[in-house]
Every structure is written in C-alpha cells, then in structure tokens.
C-alpha cells in the first residue's frame, strides 16, 4: 500500500546485513522481516480506518 516505499530502505538494509559477511543468524533475520511485516500491516490498517471515518463521517453529514 501506500506503505511500500517507506519500508524499502529498510528492507534493502536488513538483506544487505544478511548477504554481508556480518553473523546473523536465520533467527534475527526472520525477527527483522517480521518487525516489517507488521509495521506494515499496521500502517495499512491505521490509513484503512482513517480513509473509512473520513468517508463515513463525510457522507453522513
């Protein structure tokens, strides 16, 4: 979603980390990818529940 740019820097950061010689075990990789995913969904859903009040209270006026 609108989300997806934000998001990419960081996810290029936490690859580059994981193809680097840096020790990161599979455990925190997937730790990290999950944080995102997360944040992710979290944002959608705060911009999803903003856009339906906005058209709800919009309308009903």
Same mark, same amino acid.
């Not at 934000?6 to 997937?30: A, C, G, R, T, W």
């Given at each position: 979603? %609108?989300?997806? /740019? /934000?998001?990419?820097? @960081? $996810?290029? /950061? !936490? =690859? %580059?980390?994981?193809?680097? #010689?840096? $020790? !990161?075990?599979?455990? $925190?990789?997937?730790? /990290? ?5 997360? @944040?992710?969904?979290?944002?959608? &859903?705060? !911009? #999803?529940? @903003?856009?339906? =009040?906005?058209? &709800?209270? =919009?309308? %009903?006026?």
């Amino acid at each position: 979603g %609108q989300f997806s /740019m /934000m998001f990419k820097p @960081l $996810e290029e /950061m !936490i =690859k %580059q980390h994981k193809d680097s #010689n840096v $020790e !990161i075990s599979e455990e $925190e990789y997937d730790k /990290m990818k999950n944080l995102i995913s997360s @944040l992710k969904s979290k944002c959608n &859903t705060d !911009i #999803n529940d @903003l856009n339906n =009040k906005h058209f &709800t209270t =919009k309308y %009903q006026i």
